[in-house]
Nanobody
Framework: QVQLVESGGGLGQAGGSLRLSCVAS????????MGWFRQAPGKEREFVAA???????YYADSVEGRFTISRDSAKNTVYLQMNSLKPADTAVYYC?????????????????WGQGTQVTVQS
């Protein structure tokens, strides 16, 4: 069982940047993929980005070109670099482990959810 702990959230300005980190422990860092999701108040959890075991990446259309997911396997850490922030990016951001071999943007295909980190973007 993988345990995931997110950090790096906080208050950002529109047009600014934040970097989130997700540290994995309790198992080898060998999931099919690692993903970031977010959930705003009153909304469903939505996919943000994921990185496959091969290090290839895929993104939600809403963040493509602004956010970058990466990993440091030696540190068992996945990062989400968020640039050109918008107030619409305000949400709790969660890290999760992909449990299916195919490309998925569905929360049901991810597990071992972290506790989340709050990101608030001011206009």
């Amino acid at each position: 069982q993988v345990q995931l702990v997110e950090s790096g959230g906080g208050l950002g300005q529109a047009g600014g940047s934040l970097r989130l980190s997700c540290v994995a422990s309790g198992s080898t860092f060998s999931s099919y993929a690692m993903g970031w999701f977010r959930q705003a108040p009153g909304k469903e959890r939505e996919f943000v980005a994921a990185i496959r075991r091969s290090d290839s990446t895929y993104y939600a259309d809403s963040v493509e070109g602004r956010f970058t997911i990466s990993r440091d396997s030696a540190k068992n850490t996945v990062y989400l670099q968020m640039n050109s922030l918008k107030p619409a990016d305000t949400a709790v951001y969660y890290c999760a482990e992909g449990r299916v071999v195919f490309t998925s943007r569905q929360a049901a295909d991810f597990g071992s959810w972290g506790q989340g980190t709050q990101v608030t973007v001011q206009s």
